[in-house]
């Protein structure tokens, strides 16, 4: 068996086997003492700050406490049993008043961020390898400012060479845009080919009017689209591998604060946890 | 309108002598000395003649009492002759490595650790007195280049010594054999003078001149080969006749340049690297004249394919060639077969080899058959089968035939700790560099960027070669191999900036950097020039938890490989 495949069964096993027994301890104490929501809440509250702890864990990296790896899938599967000690702790009813709505909807982000966050640091990787040609993220700017610049240089070349604006034009037209800043970043992260297309398309159409010497040109631009095209994709991507952390973190520390004044609340407004 | 044509002499030999102040008139003094006395100069080639030779791969070099000439550990391309006064040769055991001028290797306490917390500077590169301050035991002269002991006379009491005289002969198998020197000397009086021969010229020397390579061959099989011979499985039943008869028979090969790196740069950038241009050691469909053991260095294992070779493996120290063939011939007379790969040298190789009709007579009757290796078989010969000895040797098939050129090619097999990368996995969020600048006192001690084949990266960083050409001709031998792991360290209080390893490297992974003073300003010398140290990867060797790039990646898509362990990197990939 590969060694991602043995890890994932052993934590799986270890999710299941956490979910049954927390789920037969409650059922059990449900009937015996109407204290079990301070069980569940409590056990819910002291992973919840464990699992904040991972993104401290990383800030140290010196302090021999395992492999980060060991705790991310740690992270993730504690996450999902967040989720069983969550739908026990509210009995699976809906949040009454907006205080408590707005702790569920703080749970929810969190969760459905770190969920995503999973899925996109699996599949992204392979598909930024597949297209190749990657540049380091903070170098992207400056290669998209180069090849704005080449556009821009070829565009302005053909004018004086062929004695005809009509790439110049076009360039004014349907590329100056494109080659303005970073596009098309929703088509990057579905995949969706058609804006490209359109633009090669538009290329392949102004042949028609274009001298051989402007078809070269020509040739060159559709090149250096392709170019930016791709720089215009691995830059979606890498910044979405980046970007459901900066959703994830900030969203985790609200919960926190507002499960601290959860606590406070119940303390306070109830006959206290004697 | 006229060109301007720039006219500039083709670069020759030696352009670059070993040392530009070498006389006629001390070439003169060299030979009436032995063994340049007893050598006949008619021998010599015209290009490159006896003197010739002396006046620009030597140099004379004079010692102070205690300096350290050679040191045990260091990897050194020169051979030394002793022309007046005297050295010392420390015997087992040698030097503690605190008198060598080494880094103390020694973990951080768990406080220590703990306290990096709030300990790390806030700018870059800072030193603290602490970590520049040299062993009292030794002592760096920046002028001369030079590491000195401080107390010969005490070092003279606790420590057995041999002496050498006007005319002994010592270094020459470090330098031939790529190896570590196995011991340390130092001058005693400041009268010792010494000839020091580089690698270029004693390699010549050797070649026209029986008596220098009768000399140094004696040497190296009374002191060497019986011990290595002995190691090998194959030759372990001799007995202390039989192995005579093949210690007298072995002969010696060494290939490929002894700084390869520079030539590796070269073609590297020209992308002209490919494996018919490199230099062949045995040929794939010649008879088999004997079987090649690698000492040292690497060689390419590769078979024709299509119009071009096919690499399947790449054989470093210890690694043999050609025995199947001749156990095969051996066993099977009336059908011999030749050689079935092709073995080429990568950079620098240095081989033995121990001739058939020495493995016939002496060395294959003491095997017992189930130990000699499989027979071919004619399906196997015909190529409608692969046998599992076959299989074994082809790493390509393990890893993927891409990736195992990509791994010749770029040389990556050197690494014991190369940083690899699965792209597929990385989430290039950073956090190995973070880590190991946080690690490294704000300084990241790597790119995550380098060469990619597929879904592997390898980054740049530094590999800790099993040859380690990086630690070739550190003046001070502040770049060293630490003595727990064998990583190979910088001494930050003994190097002195010359950045002789940075340029050696061929992988690019070690970087000069000014260092600052721990209010942040930069330290300068009494020229005001900055202080210059070279930085690299130094395996995280004082953290308790071992590589924090490795131990902080949360996707387990780095790690740190031996290159020489193909099947744990094929089952790295296959995870």
Redesign the interface.
């Known amino acids: 068996m590969k060694g991602f495949l043995r890890r994932r069964l052993l934590w799986g096993s270890l999710l299941v086997a956490a979910t049954i027994a927390v789920a037969s301890v409650y059922a059990a104490w449900e009937g015996a003492t109407t204290r079990s929501a301070y069980l569940s809440g409590w056990l819910l509250f002291g992973l919840m700050v464990v699992l904040t702890g991972y993104n401290w864990l990383k800030k140290i990296p010196y302090l021999p406490l395992g492999r980060s790896e060991v705790w991310l899938e740690f992270h993730l599967y504690a996450g999902v049993f967040t989720g069983v000690l969550f739908l026990l702790h509210v009995r699976l009813r809906w949040p009454t008043g907006w205080f408590e709505l707005v702790l569920t909807l703080l749970y929810a982000i969190v969760m459905f961020s770190g969920v995503l966050g999973i899925i996109i640091s699996r599949g992204w990787p392979k598909r930024l390898t597949a297209r190749g040609g990657e540049v380091p993220f903070d170098r992207i700017p400056l290669v998209s400012r180069q090849l704005r610049e080449q556009a821009e240089a070829l565009a302005l070349s053909s004018v004086a060479e062929a004695k005809s604006a009509t790439i110049a034009e076009f360039y004014t037209r349907r590329l100056h845009d494109f080659f303005a800043g970073p596009r098309h970043f929703l088509s990057h992260l579905f995949e969706i080919r058609l804006p490209l297309n359109a633009l090669l398309h538009d290329l392949g159409d102004l042949n028609r009017f274009l001298n051989e010497q402007e078809r070269k040109v020509a040739d060159q631009l559709v090149a250096l689209v392709r170019q930016k095209d791709g720089l215009d994709y691995q830059r979606a991507l890498q910044l979405t591998l980046r970007l459901w952390l900066f959703v994830h973190i900030p969203v985790t520390y609200s919960l926190m604060l507002w499960a601290v004044a959860h606590i406070v609340l119940v303390y306070g407004f109830s006959a206290g946890a004697r | 309108m006229d060109t301007v044509h720039f006219v500039i002499d083709k670069p020759e030999r030696w352009d670059s002598s070993f040392d530009p102040e070498m006389t006629d008139a001390d070439v003169s003094r060299l030979m009436e000395i032995r063994p340049f006395s007893e050598m006949d100069a008619g021998k010599f080639s015209k290009r490159t003649p006896l003197r010739g030779i002396l006046k620009n791969d030597a140099r004379i070099r004079r010692f102070k009492n205690g300096e350290i000439i050679v040191r045990a550990g260091d990897y050194g391309s020169s051979a030394f002759l002793v022309l007046s006064g005297h050295a010392r040769v420390v015997l087992n055991p040698g030097l503690p490595a605190s008198l060598l001028g080494r880094r103390k290797s020694q973990r951080k306490g768990l406080f220590e ?2 306290a ?2 709030w300990t790390n500077p806030r700018d870059p590169e800072v030193r603290t007195a602490a970590e520049l301050e040299q062993d009292s035991g030794v002592k760096v002269g920046l002028k001369q280049r030079g590491v000195f002991l401080q107390d010969v006379p005490r070092i003279l009491d606790e420590h057995k010594t041999a002496t050498m005289s006007p005319g002994d002969f010592f270094g020459e198998i470090a330098a031939l054999s790529r190896s570590a020197r196995t011991a340390t000397i130092f001058a005693v009086g400041d009268e010792t003078e010494l000839l020091e021969v580089r690698w270029q010229g004693l390699r010549d020397l050797l070649r026209f001149d029986d008596h220098l390579r009768h000399h140094i061959d004696r040497i190296y099989r009374e002191r060497t080969l019986a011990t290595h011979l002995r190691e090998i499985p194959i030759f372990k039943r001799l007995n202390d006749e039989q192995l005579k008869r093949v210690i007298e028979q072995t002969q010696f090969g060494t290939y490929g340049d002894y700084d390869w790196s520079g030539d590796y740069k070269r073609l590297a950038k020209e992308g002209t690297r490919s494996p018919e241009k490199e230099t062949t050691i045995a040929q794939e469909g010649d008879y088999p004249n004997g079987v090649v053991l690698i000492r040292s260095g690497f060689a390419r294992l590769s078979e024709k394919f299509g119009h071009g070779h096919r690499t399947l493996n790449y054989l470093s120290a210890g690694c043999e060639f050609g025995l199947r063939e001749i156990a095969h011939n051996w066993r099977q007379r009336a059908d011999s077969v030749p050689f079935q790969q092709t073995l080429r040298v990568i950079g620098y190789t240095h081989v033995i080899v121990v001739p058939t009709p020495v493995m016939e007579e002496v060395v294959l009757p003491t095997v017992p058959e189930h130990e000699l290796p499989l027979r071919f078989t004619s399906e196997e010969l015909a190529g409608a089968e692969q046998s599992d000895t076959r299989r074994k040797l082809d790493a390509g098939a393990k890893i993927g035939p891409e990736l195992m050129e990509f791994m010749t090619e770029n040389r990556f097999f050197n690494g014991t700790s190369t940083m690899v990368i699965d ?7 950073d ?1 190995c560099v ?2 190991c600048a ?2 490294n006192e704000g300084n990241p001690r790597f790119l ?2 380098g060469h ?1 084949s ?2 592997i990266m390898v980054a740049n960083s530094c590999m800790h070669c099993a040859d380690p050409v990086c630690l070739i001709g550190c003046p001070t031998g502040a770049i060293h191999r630490g003595q727990s792991g064998g990583e190979v360290v910088v001494n930050q209080a003994t190097c002195i900036g010359c950045s002789i390893c940075s340029n050696n490297c061929p992988y690019d992974a070690i970087r000069m950097v000014e260092i600052r003073e721990e209010d942040g300003a930069f330290m300068v010398d009494k020229d005001m020039k900055p202080i210059v140290k070279a930085t690299k990867c130094d395996l ?1 060797s004082d ?3 071992g590589p ?1 790039c ?8 780095l790690k740190r490989m031996d290159m020489n362990n193909l099947d744990a990197f094929a089952r790295w990939l ?2």
């Open positions: 650790i703990v990096q917390l792209m597929e996995r990385c989430t290039r969020c956090d973070r880590a946080t690690t995550r960027h990619t597929g879904r995280c953290q308790i938890g924090a490795e131990r902080s990646c949360p996707h387990g898509a296959n995870r």
